[in-house]
């Protein structure tokens, strides 16, 4: 993740292939009990171990069919799609989105699968991977965080709003955007963009609009996310 988050496109999808190698030795311990050795030399073959693993009817039904498919998707864009670009046409950026993706959702399903923890737990951690992965904004101890420290209070509030994907307090937004004044972030930043119809405020929440939206993601690409 923090090759993506860096704009690092082929070392995320490197890292994403190596990711598919651990899960592919996932499936062989689920069949088998056993896996290629962790040795630095030894890897698991892939197309042997999609294909037992498609065929066997002892393992969840994720584990014979989306989670084959999502490790031949991602290893295919490591090894093969370079080969696919054409000319001037620059497609690692796409392609790393769609293999990050991919990755988060095998690992949610993995835990989902061999959790042991109450469901709320589990449930919390599979919303967390669910959120966007916004390279403008780094989450540390649970705190989202800008990383453009030029970025207007109004800019950050939505940047914020989008990469949480669901209706944030209003004096959580203010401590996320770092805006001093409580005041004047209600009656001057938040009033601000419900004027413009980015936001809409109730009961102390704060959610984001269609035209903020749009104004987020425009924000972000034009830092070199998304």
């Not at 490197?14 to 598919?20: H, L, N, T």
């Not at 670009?85 to 990755?103: F, P």
């Not at 669901?166 to 996320?176: A, D, E, F, S």
């Not at 409580?182 to 929440?205: A, M």
Request: with cysteine; charged share 25%; aromatic share 6%.
């Amino acid at each position: 993740m923090d090759h993506f988050l860096k704009g690092e496109w082929d070392d995320a999808q490197v890292d994403a292939g190596r990711f598919c190698e651990a899960a592919l030795r996932y499936l062989e311990w689920k069949m088998a009990g056993t896996f290629t050795a962790i040795d630095g030399k030894s890897k698991p073959n892939r197309k042997t171990t999609v294909n037992k693993a498609q065929q066997d009817t002892s393992l969840a039904p994720s584990l014979r069919a989306q989670i084959p498919q999502s490790i031949e998707l991602t290893m295919d864009f490591r090894n093969n799609r370079n080969t696919a670009h054409l000319g001037n046409i620059d497609a690692n950026k796409m392609d790393a989105t769609c293999v990050v993706q991919n990755v988060t959702w095998v690992v949610g399903e993995i835990v989902r699968l061999e959790t042991q923890k109450p469901p709320a737990e589990v449930q919390r951690l599979l919303d967390q991977l669910a959120e966007r992965h916004v390279p403008l904004v780094q989450t540390v101890n649970g705190r989202p965080v800008i990383l453009d420290p030029g970025m207007g209070a109004s800019d950050k509030a939505l940047v914020l709003l989008y990469q949480q994907a669901k209706p944030v307090p209003i004096h959580t937004l203010r401590q996320w955007a770092e805006y001093g004044n409580s005041s004047r972030w209600t009656s001057t930043v938040i009033r601000g963009l419900e004027k413009k119809r980015q936001v809409h405020v109730d009961s102390g929440n704060v959610a984001l609009l269609i035209p903020g939206e749009a104004k987020a993601q425009q924000l972000i690409l034009d830092a070199g996310g998304l």
